[in-house]
């Protein structure tokens, strides 16, 4: 039920190319779904989040799609660059006490972008 | 890296020993939290705190304490360190309004041998 299944572990993508990775949910009590990019030896850094309420969130070359009846969501990066080469969490966040939240979170892809 | 610190970047530590990890925060907000992250895990929240003196168990609380007696410091300790706590810890912080974005520190690697 808490759990937020990511797919695919690992994705290569040439330069130009869409890169997409997968995620989907059972709790239907989240209520935000940020995505993050982490780079080798650094903590995670939130590149894109969508509330449910929303179908489709794009930010630059990438984009969020939701769909809420599935139960699922995903990350497209466009024209993918080799600078994008870095994990991707999917997350989800459900409620907790002390009026804040806690974020659930993918396996992570690794992406690697070739030039 | 919204002004977050973690010390030690990195430690080996023995089976049995006590570690505290710190975790350092320059614009006073009131939310932190301790993640562990693990291959094939993502990252799974240890302890949070919503304030100076409060804090909660997240989904893998066993083994690790928390404080926090002043705004800006979080510790974590590992009362007595196993090897299945080897891990990349990191912190997090949350803004006090707005949008449920964390913002992670540049992590903790610990073995523990």
């Known amino acids: 039920q808490q759990q937020v299944k990511q797919s695919p572990q690992s994705l290569i993508v040439q330069k130009g190319g869409i890169s997409i990775i997968n995620c989907a949910y059972e709790n239907t009590a989240f209520d935000y779904f940020p995505w993050y990019q982490q780079f080798p030896g650094k903590g995670p850094a939130l590149l894109i989040a969508?509330?449910?309420?929303?179908s489709e969130k794009k930010e630059g070359r990438f984009t969020i799609s939701f769909n809420k009846s599935a139960k699922q969501f995903s990350l497209h990066i466009m024209d993918s660059q080799p600078g994008d080469s870095a994990t991707y969490f999917c997350?989800?966040?459900?409620?907790?006490?002390?009026?804040?939240?806690?974020?659930?979170f993918g396996q992570g892809t690794t992406l690697q972008v070739k030039p | 890296d919204a002004g977050i610190t973690q010390s030690p970047r990195h430690k080996v530590t023995e089976t049995g020993t006590p570690v505290t990890l710190r975790c350092h925060q320059t614009?006073?907000?009131?939310?932190m939290y301790w993640y562990r992250q693990d291959p094939g895990h993502g990252l799974r929240l240890i302890h949070y705190?919503?304030?100076?003196?409060?804090?909660d168990k997240g989904e893998v609380s066993d083994g690790y304490s928390v404080s926090r007696s002043k705004t800006e410091d979080f510790l974590l300790t590992l009362e007595s360190a196993t090897s299945s706590q080897t891990s990349v810890y990191f912190c997090a912080i949350r803004e006090d309004r707005g949008q449920e974005t964390q913002y992670f520190g540049p992590g903790t690697r610990l073995l523990v041998l």
């Open positions: 997350a989800a966040r459900t409620l907790l006490s002390g009026n804040t939240g806690k974020l659930i």
């Open positions: 705190s919503y304030g100076v003196k409060d804090t």
């Open positions: 614009e006073n907000h009131r939310y």
């Open positions: 969508i509330r449910p309420d929303v």
